[in-house]
């Protein structure tokens, strides 16, 4: 299985847990939605910081502006 | 392994391939650099479409304006 775990970075190392098992992720109306393996959906107000399929991690950050 | 395929999307239905087995994605400068396990880097000035983790596949677009 091939899904990740979705982080959302904070201040300095620190990183919160928004979703375990995320396989599919979606810009909608400039948010994410993220769906995991059990139908559930999150539409988090961030931006892609890094995908790390190897370690099965996408880490978020807070959205900056353009 | 869980590397995905990267795709450009184009007009309608079509789509080019950008690089195959990619295993790290990460925006870099307003663009996004792609990692493959062969060691290739790509940097791309594209957005995020669509990641289906499931489907294996990448999915960018060409980046709009803010």
Known sequence: ???A?????K???ESLMVMENVYN???EGGKLLLEN?????KLIDAEIYHI???EHKIIL???KPC
Chains 1, 2 share one sequence.
Do not use: D, R
């Open 1 to 3: 299985m091939c899904e």
């Open 5 to 9: 775990n979705a982080y959302l970075k």
């Open 11 to 13: 201040s300095g190392e």
């Open 25 to 27: 992720l979606k810009p």
């Open 37 to 41: 393996i059990f139908g559930e959906q």
């Open 52 to 54: 790390s399929l190897m």
């Open 61 to 63: 950050q807070p959205k």
